[in-house]
């Protein structure tokens, strides 16, 4: 797709650099959920378009904002999700305007309705900290690009037509009515514009406040409120008209901002805080100084430039393109959550301080611990700290004291299942990182598993499972809990706390309790032992055995013992029938119509749902690697494009692209918290990655093409591999891993059971 600005456009493209190879439109089309608007690495601003912000229950498609298919653009606000499969944000929405004002959005179906504007997409500009479009409605041309805790924005209006800005403070991404529980918005002396919101949505309480300045004098201005459904308002305060008000409060609350028949460009920029007005105008103050948007769009270049080249790739410009773009993603959350002074939200909802580290939050840890943290405790150690003292920090604050689920901006949401955050907290500890109270994260992590009434945990650790007949998705929740009790075992391990590592390592055996060996599935047993009858293994969605998911999917869940999994399933010729008949079943994707987030089908498997991640790298525990390798190939060729509906299923906060970034490299995480990676194939003839100190750890590859999918051979350091494992202190310690490539499968290669990766029923001398 081009990506250039149109003739005459303001905002030329800069070129150069790992940020010029990224594209933020894909995953912007289709279920891949993402922004295309200007963000930094882990920013607390997203500052993106929003084509809708429609009712709750037709919002799917929408759950970052910005949906390619779309005509209109309604606004621009500072907050978005990446990838996620529900939503939230889309806080302070600003829209330009030339020429009359309406006040409401309007329907987009019927141009001129409203406020909202077309455009076309050959006006966009689309680059890592950079969008810039063309209002066609209003001639208007908008470019936006951000720093860490500031949203710049930049606005050509056309000469001769009177320039206005709106601020909107009602529209929320997920909307309904009554979400917005209570706003406010000011304008001060020196024509700061502040306000807060408090919102009732995801995580409901959730207060967020804004400083705003322009770079130009207000030629007038109103402050609305649009509230017509209140019984009693109380007495008026000063002003007989909206122009009077230098404050308003109320739940509809809308400011417009005229400027004149302006010469030069208007410059917006906007800080957020999620503690106060007086905090988000320290951020602005600190950070948002002077006016010169190229200089800041700059910065956001060179930060993302910065943060990409961590790893240097050799590969064709599509591949390219998909690569950085899939690492920018996997590099936009967690995103900053905290003030310049160290303030943060906690889940408590009270005001605490960080100190002597960022506080970050936006956790989607279903799907994170995966692949997207574990790819940053190997790229970026430094921040996975970070990411910890944040984890035990929100512990330390919570009402139910453990670690988060699925949080933002602080405030807990209670989406999904499991206790995932310790599996981030041990798979970074295994693999080196410190600097955080390791101590502290060990009791955060039993206090998160020994929670007796968090999903029926307390069932858990009585019979060994969770019943189904007391906690829905019960199967899904015994092997999930399992794989987490696995990582908190070796952690306490590795500190030399042998009591913990016991409990929790018989813990995780508590997978067998959900295998059937009659149907030879995982399956959901109700409190008396037995299994749930009828049972049907396509079954999927809530009122199930598992979550997001069937019995083909989740049967494959016990990544801290394939192993076992290997021997329960009748040994390996068994093991690789059944995964070859999860790849080749055919499948009606319409089975899942009701069931949204299972996208991106291979037979059985999907690949835009987390539970099947790991699913195609099995083959190396059963001595079949050359099989991983046909199925990274057949995954990597339909579920990856470099087009806008390039993503198959929500992109999920960086999962399915730390996927990618994981499975180009050659190697992947199969299981968090253990030091090996399983052994795949590269995607990229060469790869450099820079691990600091002046280490590189070089994957190379050749002939690496179409005709040759299959590894022959396989050295590190020179040396002949014949495992089909790499260890965590084998890259860091900086070398070279090389793929000869060639047209045949090579049977032999990694087949001995003592080539395969370490499970729990194996463990390695």
């Known amino acids: 797709m081009t990506m250039a600005a149109p003739a005459g456009a303001q905002g030329a493209t800069l070129t150069g650099g790992h940020a010029a190879a990224v594209d933020p439109r894909i995953g912007t089309g289709g279920d891949g959920h993402t922004f295309p608007g200007a963000t930094v690495p882990f920013g607390m601003i997203q500052l ?240 948002g100084a002077g006016w010169d948007f190229d200089a800041r769009r700059a910065e956001a270049k060179v930060t993302w430039d910065k943060a990409l080249a961590v790893v240097d790739v050799d590969a064709p410009a599509s591949t390219r393109t998909l690569f950085y773009t899939a690492l920018y993603h996997a590099m936009l959350s967690p995103t900053l959550s905290m003030d310049v002074n160290g303030d943060y939200r906690g889940p408590d909802h009270a005001v605490h301080r960080a100190r002597g580290f960022d506080f970050y939050s936006t956790w989607s840890l279903w799907d994170v611990y995966r692949a997207q943290q574990p790819l940053m405790a190997l790229l970026n150690p430094g921040r996975s700290t970070d990411f910890i003292r944040s984890l035990i920090a929100a512990q330390q604050a919570s009402p139910f004291g453990i670690l988060p689920v699925w949080a933002y901006q602080g405030l807990e949401t209670w989406c999904m299942i499991g206790y995932h955050a310790v599996p981030v907290i041990a798979d970074a500890y295994i693999k080196g990182v410190r600097g955080f109270d390791a101590d502290a994260a060990m009791r955060a992590m039993v206090a998160s598993a020994t929670y007796a009434p968090y999903g029926d945990l307390a069932d858990y650790m009585k019979l060994g499972y969770v019943p189904i007949d007391k906690e829905p998705e019960g199967a899904s929740k015994t092997l999930e809990y399992a794989y987490d009790d696995w990582s908190l075992a070796q952690m306490a391990k590795a500190m030399g706390k042998h009591d913990v590592a016991a409990t929790f390592g018989k813990r995780a055996a508590n997978w067998r309790h959900a295998w059937d060996a009659k149907t030879g599935f995982m399956r959901a047993r109700l409190a008396d032992g037995s299994f749930r009858e009828p049972f049907n293994p396509e079954a999927a969605g809530y009122g199930s055995d598992y979550t997001e998911g069937n019995a083909w999917q989740y049967s494959w869940y016990v990544p801290q013992d394939v192993a076992g999994l290997v021997q329960v399933m009748g040994g390996d010729a068994k093991f690789i029938a059944r995964l070859d008949a999860l790849f080749d079943a055919k499948v009606d994707a319409s089975h899942f119509k009701n069931v949204e987030d299972i996208t991106g089908l291979i037979g059985w498997y999907a690949h835009g ?157």
Request: charge should be neutral.
């Open 609 to 765: 749902n987390e539970p099947s991640h790991h699913i195609a790298y099995l083959y190396d525990y059963a001595g079949a690697p050359w099989k991983t390798q046909q199925r990274l190939k057949q995954i990597m060729d339909s579920q990856y494009a470099p087009r806008p509906d390039g993503l198959s299923g929500n992109d999920d906060l960086g999962q399915m692209s730390a996927w990618y970034v994981f499975s180009a490299l050659g190697f992947y995480p199969v299981t968090p918290a253990s030091d090996e990676y399983a052994i795949g194939r590269p995607f990229v003839s060469r790869a450099a990655i820079h691990l600091g100190g002046g280490r590189t750890f070089t994957v190379s590859a050749s002939p690496l093409d179409d005709a040759h999918p299959y590894v022959g051979a396989v050295t590190l350091n020179g040396k002949p591999l014949q495992r089909t494992y790499l260890h965590h202190a084998e890259i860091v310690a900086g070398g070279e891993l090389h793929f000869s490539m060639q047209a045949r499968p090579d049977p032999q290669w990694g087949a001995a059971m003592a080539a395969r990766p370490a499970a729990m029923s194996s463990y390695r001398p």
């Open 48 to 287: 993106s378009p929003d084509t809708a912000m429609p009712d709750v229950k037709h919002a799917y498609k929408w759950a970052a904002g910005y949906q390619y298919a779309d005509t209109s653009i309604m606004g621009f606000s500072h907050t978005h999700f990446s990838g996620s499969g529900h939503s939230d944000l889309g806080d302070v929405l600003v829209m330009p305007i030339a020429g009359a004002v309406k006040l409401e959005p309007g329907d987009p179906a019927r141009p001129g309705s409203g406020y909202r504007s077309r455009f076309s997409h050959d006006s966009e500009v689309v680059q890592a900290g950079y969008y810039a479009v063309t209002l066609s409605d209003y001639g208007v041309r908008a470019e936006l690009t951000a720093g860490r805790r500031i949203g710049w924005h930049r606005y050509t209006f056309p000469a001769g037509k009177p320039a206005h800005v709106l601020l909107d403070l009602r529209p929320s991404i997920y909307d309904y009515a009554g979400k917005v529980l209570w706003s406010s918005l000011r304008v001060h002396g020196d024509g700061t514009v502040t306000g807060c919101r408090t919102t009732r949505g995801w995580a409901p309480g959730r207060e967020l406040c804004f400083a705003l300045r322009f770079s130009q004098p207000m030629t007038s201005r109103q402050l609305l409120n649009r509230e017509t459904d209140v019984t009693y308002k109380g007495f008026k305060g000063p002003g007989n008209q909206a122009e009077d008000h230098d404050a308003q409060n109320g739940r509809a609350l809308v400011g417009v901002f005229d400027f004149g028949k302006l010469k030069r460009p208007l410059e917006v920029k906007v800080a957020i805080s999620p503690v106060n007005e007086a905090n988000a105008i320290a951020n602005l103050d600190q950070e």
